[in-house]
């Protein structure tokens, strides 16, 4: 580098001799020749560096879509041409050992089992209350578990006596610890309070919040004040509201209360009400006793189009 320095000063200080200013001219070229080279190498690697990191940092991750799929219950008596259904009940029915060639309703736990729908056998809950102390109650509800039934549906709770209700409280919080694999949902009619919520809390697996409207009485009801209720108790994440389908009974005219939720527009309109008024429920429950397999076919298609939960998640 002393003797490139050399050169040039020697070459300008020469005014006399082409040769000179020749050799001056070209290595003065070939220096900026080397220092753009060098700086821009250098500023195109700082370049390449910014770019690989921000690109690191810029990546989308590895995403995964996973889909939960929601709880959608029926009571009715079409349950074979459902296909979103996965909690059943009411028909349910389980052949003992010592039953010989028993021969009941098509509808068997096994059938149900195998197609991974979780059946609950009908018990009876209010109709008990007054008669039946603790004790037998817990009994009532947990003799199924013991002849082989996976689930029960308790039917129901709800529109009682302060000391009625603590009564049915206090059975399903003994059954859930003498039965505890025993699936126990509750049908609940009526105000939701909070003592009747707090036996929810350990007696339940599903709670269900009857809900049997149309039109403007629907909105009306207790059904967004239950919700809060169900929320601030904890148990919202195992509570869904129960919806009622009966448009093949012969009372369910006129705007008279057995007039519920019977057209494909009714139905849809209440379902995605519920589901932005409480998006944080599990599902949907219908109890459609005396419903039409259009009906049932539309209320099952519409539960899992409006209630499944797709999340994004990292994997």
């Not at 200013?21 to 070229?29: E, V």
């Not at 809060?228 to 129960?242: D, E, H, M, P, S």
């Amino acid at each position: 580098m002393w003797e490139i320095s050399k050169t040039i000063e020697k070459c300008r200080g020469s005014t006399n001799g082409s040769r000179y200013k020749n050799q001056y001219r070209g290595l003065n070229f070939r220096l900026h020749k080397i220092v753009f080279v060098v700086r821009n190498r250098k500023y195109f690697l700082g370049f390449l560096c910014v770019l690989l990191v921000g690109c690191i940092n810029s990546a989308p991750p590895n995403l995964s879509i996973r889909t939960e799929r929601p709880v959608v219950l029926f009571w009715c008596d079409y349950p074979h041409i459902l296909k979103n259904m996965n909690y059943y009940t009411t028909h349910v029915w389980v052949q003992q050992p010592d039953s010989g060639n028993y021969t009941g309703p098509e509808w068997s736990q096994d059938y149900f089992l195998s197609r991974s729908i979780t059946p609950l056998k009908w018990v009876g809950g209010r109709i008990f209350a007054r008669e039946k102390d603790v004790e037998e109650l817990v009994k009532i509800w947990c003799t199924p578990a013991m002849n082989g039934f996976v689930g029960i549906g308790i039917d129901e709770f709800g529109m009682l006596t302060p000391r009625l209700s603590a009564k049915l409280g206090k059975a399903l919080e003994q059954a859930k610890a003498t039965c505890p694999e025993l699936i126990i949902a509750t049908w609940h009619s009526g105000p939701l309070t909070k003592k009747q919520a707090n036996y929810y809390v350990e007696g339940a697996d599903l709670v269900m919040l009857e809900s049997y409207f149309s039109g403007r009485s629907f909105y009306r009801w207790l059904l967004p004040r239950n919700i809060r209720v169900a929320r601030n108790a904890g148990i919202i994440y195992k509570t869904v509201v129960a919806l009622g389908i009966n448009d093949q009974d012969s009372r369910a005219t006129g705007r008279g209360f057995w007039n519920w939720a019977n057209t494909p527009e009714e139905l849809e309109r209440q379902m995605l009400w519920i589901r932005r008024l409480a998006p944080d429920m599990p599902g949907i429950a219908f109890f459609a006793p005396r419903a039409s397999k259009p009906m049932l076919i539309k209320a099952d298609r519409l539960a899992a189009e409006i209630f499944t939960t797709r999340k994004t998640e990292n994997q």
